[in-house]
């Protein structure tokens, strides 16, 4: 198992180095799993510390986790293809390439948006929306590889439709519910404000941003959507539920084999929907496009079905089918199952005020993942 003394003692040093406030890192290597939080809420003696139950904004994990992986599980299941297009879903799109763009152009963010959704924040949120409704674009779709928040948006929209129900009630009831992560929400009521971490001093709200979405324009939308774009809370005993299924291809982890806060029970699904050790969630062929480049085409970039692949702030013992993703507020997921190891950090990162760039926290990242790894 990897130093958890060593592991700890670098996350403190990036506490008093002001990366952060404070943070919680799971991991789980050959089957056995370990957590840890440090430091606190905000910079100060007064804040609350972190605890393995303080909720972090995961920002742009939701779009892997759960966007993506709800539009993997229906295909998994043959109610949606790779190459079933777009508008068939969302026939309201009137935008560019409107009979072109497929599912697999979603998974795999090969949609060159002219414009950024940053910039449009401003708008009411049914303009907001229509503007990515009508959005034009550079270049064809599957040309190049374009990470936008506009193309995880028209997934999800295209995951509601086929679901019939709301994203986040997809969310809960496919892929939280059975996993057991009781904590997962995109709406963060009264009762768990208190334990939830604060993002940034937002000068544009004019407020401590705690408990709602940071990503300004998922904030916008959520009066009229839930958008797919970021607005995941968990704590990092839930996530680590969501990490230990990936590393095990799949699987959902089994009971008392390492993992701390399991509640699935031995058989069956018990009354919050959580399936039994041992079920089978994702099929090994749709882990694997998670884990295999889909864009070999593109020159320089490499993406699998909603997943990264093999990116820097990996560490530098990654590997080609290294996989994973990071949020804007400091969080990140990171699987190498090779070897039969995953990790999960959350943090804000973004408090009191964004820095400008990302360079410390995908140090940390890159630093952790090596240790761990």
């Given at each position: 198992?990897?130093?958890?003394?060593?592991?700890?003692?670098?996350l403190?040093?990036?506490?008093?180095?002001?990366?952060?406030?404070?943070?919680?890192?799971?991991?789980?290597?050959?089957?056995?799993?370990?957590?840890?939080?440090?430091?606190?809420?905000?910079?100060?003696?007064?804040?609350?510390?972190?605890?393995?139950?303080?909720?972090?904004?995961?920002?742009s994990?939701?779009?892997?986790?759960?966007?993506?992986?709800?539009?993997?599980?229906?295909?998994?299941?043959?109610?949606?293809?790779?190459?079933?297009?777009?508008?068939d879903?969302?026939?309201?799109?009137?935008?560019?390439?409107?009979?072109?763009?497929?599912?697999?152009?979603?998974?795999?963010?090969?949609?060159?948006?002219?414009?950024?959704l940053?910039?449009?924040?401003e708008?009411?949120?049914?303009?907001?929306l229509?503007?990515?409704?009508?959005?034009?674009?550079?270049?064809?779709?599957?040309?190049?590889?374009c990470?936008?928040?506009?193309?995880?948006?028209?997934?999800?929209?295209?995951?509601?439709?086929?679901?019939?129900?709301?994203?986040?009630?997809?969310?809960?009831?496919?892929?939280?519910?059975?996993?057991?992560?009781?904590?997962?929400?995109?709406f963060?009521?009264?009762?768990?404000?208190?334990?939830?971490?604060?993002?940034?001093?937002?000068?544009?709200r004019?407020r401590?941003?705690?408990?709602?979405?940071?990503?300004?324009?998922a904030?916008t939308?959520?009066?009229?959507?839930?958008?797919?774009?970021?607005?995941?809370?968990?704590?990092?005993?839930?996530?680590?539920?969501?990490?230990?299924?990936?590393?095990?291809?799949?699987?959902?982890?089994?009971?008392?084999?390492?993992?701390s806060?399991?509640?699935?029970?031995?058989?069956?699904?018990?009354?919050?929907?959580?399936?039994a050790?041992?079920?089978?969630?994702?099929?090994?062929?749709?882990?694997?496009?998670?884990h295999?480049?889909?864009?070999?085409?593109?020159?320089?970039?490499?993406?699998?079905?909603?997943w990264?692949?093999?990116?820097?702030?990996?560490g530098?013992?990654?590997?080609?089918?290294?996989?994973?993703?990071?949020?804007?507020?400091?969080?990140?997921?990171?699987?190498?199952?090779?070897?039969?190891a995953?990790?999960?950090?959350?943090?804000?990162?973004?408090?009191?005020?964004?820095?400008?760039?990302?360079?410390?926290?995908?140090?940390?990242?890159?630093?952790?993942?090596?240790?761990?790894?």
């Amino acid at each position: 198992m990897p130093d958890e003394d060593k592991i700890a003692a670098y996350l403190r040093l990036a506490i008093e180095r002001g990366v952060f406030p404070g943070c919680a890192l799971g991991w789980v290597v050959g089957g056995e799993e370990r957590v840890v939080a440090l430091g606190r809420h905000a910079y100060g003696g007064g804040a609350p510390d972190v605890t393995t139950g303080s909720l972090f904004d995961c920002a742009s994990v939701t779009k892997a986790i759960p966007v993506s992986n709800l539009a993997l599980l229906m295909v998994d299941r043959g109610r949606l293809g790779l190459d079933d297009r777009l508008v068939d879903f969302v026939p309201e799109y009137r935008g560019d390439f409107r009979g072109e763009i497929r599912v697999r152009h979603l998974l795999t963010h090969t949609l060159d948006f002219d414009f950024r959704l940053s910039g449009c924040k401003e708008l009411p949120p049914k303009e907001l929306l229509g503007a990515i409704l009508s959005v034009r674009m550079k270049r064809a779709p599957g040309e190049a590889f374009c990470y936008a928040n506009a193309t995880s948006i028209l997934l999800g929209l295209v995951a509601e439709r086929v679901g019939g129900k709301r994203l986040h009630e997809l969310a809960r009831e496919e892929l939280f519910g059975p996993l057991g992560m009781g904590g997962a929400t995109f709406f963060v009521d009264g009762g768990a404000l208190g334990r939830c971490v604060p993002t940034e001093i937002d000068p544009w709200r004019g407020r401590a941003v705690c408990g709602e979405v940071h990503d300004e324009s998922a904030w916008t939308l959520q009066k009229i959507m839930t958008p797919g774009s970021a607005g995941l809370f968990l704590t990092i005993v839930d996530i680590m539920k969501y990490v230990r299924m990936l590393v095990g291809g799949g699987v959902i982890g089994a009971a008392g084999d390492g993992v701390s806060g399991s509640n699935c029970i031995n058989s069956g699904i018990n009354g919050d929907g959580c399936r039994a050790a041992g079920t089978r969630l994702f099929s090994e062929e749709i882990i694997a496009s998670m884990h295999t480049n889909q864009i070999p085409h593109i020159s320089g970039a490499c993406t699998g079905l909603g997943w990264e692949l093999n990116q820097e702030y990996m560490g530098s013992k990654r590997t080609p089918l290294t996989f994973g993703k990071t949020g804007f507020t400091g969080c990140a997921v990171i699987i190498d199952r090779s070897r039969n190891a995953g990790l999960a950090l959350l943090s804000n990162y973004t408090w009191p005020a964004r820095k400008p760039n990302r360079d410390l926290i995908n140090e940390v990242r890159s630093a952790v993942s090596d240790l761990v790894m």
